[in-house]
C-alpha cells in the first residue's frame, strides 16, 4: 500500500479524533492523518501559513471536513476549497453528526465530493472511516499536482 | 273598585286567574316557539341566513307590488265608472230636457196648430235611437239599470206614438176633436214615469258614485299604508341582512388576522423546533459515538484480560448507546414528519405495498407467511410518507407473528364510505388488549417487553402522523393472542 500524500482531517472534538484515528490505524492510515482542530487550522494549512507555513508543498489526497467546527466552519471552509482554483481539485467529504437535509443539500451546492454521516455506532463508524480512507487514501486517484496550476 | 262589587270578587277571582293563567299559557306557549324559532335561527348557518333575508325582501317587494298593483286597478276602474256614471246622468237629464220639450211643444202645436211646435217632437224621434243606445252602452254592466233602460225606452216610444196619434188626430179633425188632450197632453203620465225612473237611475249611480269613493279612499289609505309599512319593513329586513353580512365580513377579517398571527408564532415554533432537533441530530449523537466507540476500543485493549462478566458489561453499555442512538434517530423522523413539505401525487397502493414487501425480504426470511393481499385502490398523498405507513404497519404484522406456526397477513380495503378509502392490514399474530388501543399511536409507547419484540415504538406514532396529515384517521381493532388489524383512512376529496 502506498499513500504518499497526506489524508486532512478537520474534527474540533478529540474524542471524535481519536476514533477516527484508531480506525485509521487498522489500515496503517494514521500516520498519514494531519489533524486540524478548527477550520481555521484547515485553510492555514492548505495554504501553507501560520503553524504549517515550513510544511511540504503538495495538496492532501483528501480533506475529511466536519461541520460543526470553532472559528470558520465546515461549509465555510468547503467554500473557500471550491471557490480556490489551486485548492479546488482536491476531493472533500464531508464527515458530520448531521443528517439535515439543509446541510447535505448545501455540501453538495457548494461542490462537496462526498457526504458521510458518523454512525453512532463504534463498528459502522470504524468501517465507514476505514472505508473512505481506503478509498480517497489509497484507491482513488488524485488530482495531479499541475491540476489546479494548469487550470490557473 | 265600587264596595257593593266586593262581594262578586271572590266569585270573580277564579275565573280572572282561569283567563290569566290561561292567558299567560298561551304567552309561554309563543315565548318558547319563539325562543325555538330563534334558537332554530342561530343553528342556520350565515349563508342561509342571508338567503332567508334575501328571500324575505324579494317575497315582500313582490307582496307589495302585488297589492299596489291591484288598489291601482281598482282605483283605475273606479274613475272610469264615476266618468260614466256622470255622462249617464248627464245624458239622462238631457233625454229627460228633451221629452218635455217634445211634450210641451205638441200640446203648444195641439192649440195653435203652429208646426214650428212640433220641431223639438221630430228632434226627439230622430234622435232617440242614438240616445237609447248609448245609454245602454253605459248601463251595460248594471242589470238593474238595463231593465230601467228598457222602461225608458218603452215610455219614450209610448210618449213619441201618443204625441203622433195626437198630433195626426190634430191635422185631421182640426182643433175640435183635440181639445179634450189638447191642454193636459197626451204623455203627461209617461213623462212623469220617465221622470220618476229618470231620477232612481240618478240616485242609483249617484250612489254607486258614492260607494266607489269611498272604496277608492280606503284603497288610497291601504295602498299608502302598505308601502310604509312594507317600506319600513324591507328596510329592517336589509339593515339585518346588511349587518349579518357585516358582521360576518368583520369576523372573517378577525379570522383571517388571527390566523395569520397563529402561523406567524407557528412558523416560528416551527423554526425553534428544526433548530432544536438540529441540535439534537449534531450534538446529542456525538457522545453516544464516543460511548459506544470507546467501550469498544476498551474491550479491544483488554480482550485477554477481561472476565467474562466484565465484557458483558461492555456489551451492555455498547447497545444502550445504540438503543439510544437508535431512539434519536426514530424521533428526529418523527419530528421532520411533521415538519416536512408534503407532496400530494396519486399513489397507486398496489405497486407501493409490492416495493414495501420487496424491501421487508431480511425480515422474511425462514419465515411461513399466508398472505392475502387483495387489489388496492389508487389515492392521493405524499408517496414517501404512505410508504412509510405501510412500511410500518407491515413490519410491525410481520414481527408480531413471529410467534405463529401458520402466520397469515391479509392487506385490504374498504369502500364503502364514498368520502373516504380505509386500507387495513390483518394479522394472526399476537394481538393486544383492547384497553390499550388508545395508546398504541403514542410516541414510543409499548405494549410487549423489549426482549419480547424489538422496536422503539415510534412506528405506529409515525403512522399516525402522517395519516393525521393527508387528512386521515387511524385504528386498531384486536384482542390478545388472536391477531390485530390496523386500518387506515385517506379521504378522497381534499
Known amino acids: ?152 | 273598585m265600587d264596595s257593593s262589587h266586593g262581594q262578586d270578587l271572590p266569585a270573580q277571582e277564579p275565573t280572572g286567574q282561569v283567563q290569566r293563567a290561561s292567558l299567560n299559557t298561551a304567552g309561554t306557549t309563543i315565548r318558547s316557539i319563539w325562543n325555538r324559532i330563534l334558537r332554530e335561527f342561530q343553528a342556520w348557518s350565515i349563508e342561509r341566513r342571508i338567503l332567508v333575508g334575501f328571500c324575505l325582501v324579494f317575497a315582500g317587494i313582490l307582496v307589495i307590488s302585488a297589492v299596489s298593483y291591484r288598489n291601482m286597478t281598482v282605483l283605475l276602474r273606479n274613475s272610469h265608472q264615476d266618468t260614466r256614471s256622470h255622462e249617464l246622468i248627464q245624458l239622462l237629464i238631457g233625454m229627460g230636457i228633451r221629452l218635455d220639450e217634445a211634450e210641451d211643444g205638441h200640446r203648444r202645436y195641439l192649440v195653435t196648430g203652429d208646426e214650428s211646435y212640433l220641431k223639438p217632437h221630430e228632434i226627439l224621434k230622430e234622435r232617440v235611437p242614438e240616445y237609447l243606445r248609448y245609454v245602454r252602452e253605459l248601463t251595460h254592466e248594471d242589470p238593474a239599470q238595463s231593465e230601467r233602460v228598457e222602461l225608458l225606452d218603452d215610455l219614450v216610444q209610448r210618449q213619441l206614438d201618443a204625441e203622433r196619434d195626437a198630433v195626426a188626430l190634430r191635422r185631421k179633425t182640426g182643433f175640435e176633436g183635440v181639445r179634450g188632450i189638447a191642454l193636459a197632453g197626451v204623455a203627461k203620465s209617461e213623462l212623469d214615469a220617465f221622470h220618476r225612473i229618470q231620477t232612481q237611475m240618478e240616485q242609483d249611480e249617484n250612489r254607486s258614485i258614492h260607494r266607489r269613493v269611498i272604496e277608492s279612499a280606503a284603497m288610497t289609505r291601504n295602498t299608502i299604508v302598505l308601502l310604509g309599512t312594507g317600506g319600513l319593513l324591507l328596510f329592517v329586513l336589509l339593515a339585518s341582512v346588511y349587518y349579518l353580512i357585516r358582521h360576518d365580513i368583520t369576523e372573517r377579517r378577525r379570522v383571517a388576522a388571527e390566523l395569520e398571527r397563529r402561523g406567524e408564532l407557528l412558523g416560528a415554533a416551527n423554526k425553534e423546533l428544526e433548530a432544536f432537533s438540529y441540535s439534537v441530530s449534531h450534538d446529542l449523537r456525538a457522545p453516544l459515538r464516543h460511548i459506544d466507540g470507546y467501550a469498544s476500543l476498551l474491550e479491544k485493549s483488554t480482550v485477554h484480560t477481561l472476565d467474562d462478566k466484565a465484557k458483558r458489561y461492555l456489551q451492555t453499555i455498547s447497545e444502550s448507546a445504540k438503543r439510544m442512538g437508535q431512539l434519536i434517530d426514530d424521533l428526529l423522523v418523527f419530528s421532520r414528519m411533521g415538519r416536512q413539505e408534503m407532496l400530494h401525487t396519486h399513489v397507486d397502493l398496489d405497486q407501493l405495498i409490492k416495493s414495501v414487501l420487496h424491501d421487508l425480504r431480511p425480515d422474511l426470511q425462514q419465515r411461513d407467511i399466508a398472505w392475502a393481499i387483495s387489489a388496492l385502490p389508487e389515492v392521493k398523498g405524499d408517496p414517501a410518507m404512505l410508504r412509510q405507513v405501510f412500511s410500518n404497519l407491515i413490519s410491525n404484522a410481520i414481527k408480531f407473528t413471529a410467534t405463529r406456526l401458520a402466520a397469515a397477513i391479509e392487506i385490504g380495503s374498504d369502500q364503502r364510505n364514498p368520502d373516504e378509502i380505509v386500507i387495513f392490514v390483518r394479522d394472526n399474530g399476537v394481538g393486544f388488549d383492547m384497553q390499550y388501543a388508545g395508546k398504541l399511536f403514542g410516541v414510543f409507547q409499548r405494549l410487549h417487553r423489549a426482549d419480547e419484540f424489538e422496536g422503539t415504538g415510534i412506528g405506529l406514532a409515525n403512522v399516525r402522523r402522517i395519516i393525521h396529515r393527508h387528512g386521515g384517521r387511524t385504528w386498531a381493532e384486536g384482542a390478545l393472542g388472536q391477531g390485530a388489524t390496523f386500518s387506515v383512512s385517506l379521504p378522497t376529496k381534499r
Open chain 1, 1 to 152: 500500500m502506498t499513500v504518499t500524500k497526506p489524508i486532512l482531517l478537520a474534527e474540533d472534538n478529540p474524542r471524535d479524533a481519536e476514533l477516527a484515528l484508531a480506525a485509521m490505524e487498522e489500515y496503517h492510515l494514521a500516520d498519514k492523518v494531519i489533524l486540524c482542530h478548527d477550520g481555521a487550522e484547515v485553510l492555514d494549512y492548505l495554504y501553507c501559513r501560520g503553524q504549517f507555513k515550513t510544511r511540504l508543498q503538495g495538496n492532501p489526497a483528501v480533506v475529511f471536513l466536519d461541520l460543526k467546527m470553532p472559528k470558520i466552519d465546515g461549509l465555510e471552509v468547503l467554500r473557500t476549497i471550491k471557490g480556490d482554483t489551486t485548492l479546488k481539485p482536491i476531493p472533500v467529504v464531508m464527515l458530520t453528526s448531521s443528517r439535515e437535509e439543509r446541510d447535505l443539500v448545501e455540501s453538495y451546492a457548494l461542490g462537496a465530493n462526498a457526504y458521510v454521516v458518523k454512525p453512532v455506532e463504534f463498528h459502522q463508524f470504524l468501517k465507514a472511516v476505514k472505508e473512505l480512507g481506503v478509498f480517497w487514501g489509497v484507491i482513488n486517484e488524485p488530482p495531479p499536482e499541475s491540476a489546479g496550476k494548469s487550470a490557473s
